[in-house]
């Protein structure tokens, strides 16, 4: 056993290692070494001194929160982003089906246009289409009130659709003539899409997560 070897072993003593070799044997040649004994002594002291040195540990609390609540801010601006264009879409949308039922509307109202067989109930249904048009128009310009008119347009496509079923089952009238009202059903599912995403809260960001708090 040399020098070396002995060093090794001491050195995982200090460590709390296994020094692979007896306590016993260490001891007595570390007595009878003085190159040992004096190598032990400054290994001990390293090694005590490295264990009581205060260690400045910084505090990370708030970078670490302030990069939380950024990463919440992102995603929630991403989130409202896309609720905004999405909404935007649905917007143009109604405003498009709006100004096409007016389209057919105005010029029979206006020019009479299409009420040889029936003027009156045509005007009269040009009229309703009118009014319901400019529904579908106020619901485009002001989207958190598309959920008022939202039964109208419900009870109108309900109406239609139950109506157009039992005249094509009893042979009044063919399916190509009754096409054209599921027109109705699209119109309430975008006034029903445009009020929801209309709906949608925007969520603060929590307290508890702000820069600067913990």
Same mark, same amino acid.
């Not at 990463?71 to 929630?76: K, M, V």
């Not at 009156?120 to 002001?142: C, K, N, P, Q, Y």
């Given at each position: 056993?040399?020098?070396?070897?002995?060093?090794?072993?001491?050195?995982?003593?200090?460590?709390?290692?296994?020094?692979?070799?007896?306590?016993?044997?260490?001891?007595?040649?570390?007595?009878?070494?003085?190159?040992?004994?004096?190598?032990?002594?400054?290994?001990?002291?390293?090694?005590?001194?490295?264990?009581?040195?205060?260690?400045?540990?910084?505090?990370?609390?708030?970078?670490?929160?302030?990069?939380?609540?950024?990463?919440?801010?992102? $995603?929630? *601006?991403? +989130?409202? =982003? #896309?609720?905004?264009?999405?909404?935007? %879409?649905?917007?143009? /949308?109604?405003? &498009?089906? @709006?100004?096409?039922?007016?389209?057919?509307?105005?010029?029979?109202?206006?020019?009479?246009?299409?009420?040889?067989?029936?003027?009156?109930?045509?005007?009269?249904?040009?009229?309703?289409?009118?009014?319901?048009?400019?529904?579908?128009?106020?619901?485009?310009?002001?989207?958190?009130?598309?959920?008022?008119?939202?039964?109208?347009?419900?009870?109108?496509?309900?109406?239609?659709?139950?109506?157009? $079923?039992? *005249?094509? +089952?009893? =042979? #009044?009238?063919?399916?190509?003539?009754? %096409?054209?009202?599921? /027109?109705?059903? &699209?119109? @309430?599912?975008?006034?029903?899409?445009?009020?929801?995403?209309?709906?949608?809260?925007?969520?603060?960001?929590?307290?508890?997560?702000?820069?600067?708090?913990?």
């Amino acid at each position: 056993m040399n020098c070396d070897d002995v060093r090794v072993a001491l050195s995982a003593r200090l460590d709390g290692e296994d020094p692979r070799l007896p306590s016993a044997a260490l001891d007595a040649h570390t007595d009878s070494c003085p190159g040992c004994r004096s190598w032990l002594a400054r290994a001990e002291r390293v090694t005590r001194l490295t264990r009581l040195r205060a260690v400045d540990v910084p505090d990370l609390t708030a970078p670490v929160l302030a990069a939380v609540a950024a990463d919440r801010e992102t $995603a929630r *601006d991403a +989130a409202t =982003s #896309t609720a905004r264009a999405r909404r935007q %879409v649905l917007r143009v /949308a109604v405003a &498009v089906a @709006a100004v096409a039922q007016l389209a057919i509307a105005l010029p029979i109202l206006l020019a009479g246009f299409g009420v040889e067989a029936d003027p009156h109930t045509s005007r009269e249904m040009a009229s309703f289409d009118a009014a319901l048009a400019v529904g579908f128009a106020l619901a485009a310009w002001r989207p958190e009130r598309a959920r008022a008119f939202l039964p109208v347009a419900w009870v109108l496509a309900a109406c239609l659709a139950g109506t157009s $079923a039992v *005249d094509i +089952a009893s =042979s #009044t009238t063919a399916l190509v003539h009754e %096409v054209g009202h599921l /027109a109705a059903v &699209v119109q @309430a599912g975008l006034l029903w899409a445009l009020g929801r995403v209309s709906a949608e809260p925007e969520r603060p960001l929590p307290t508890a997560l702000a820069p600067g708090r913990g």
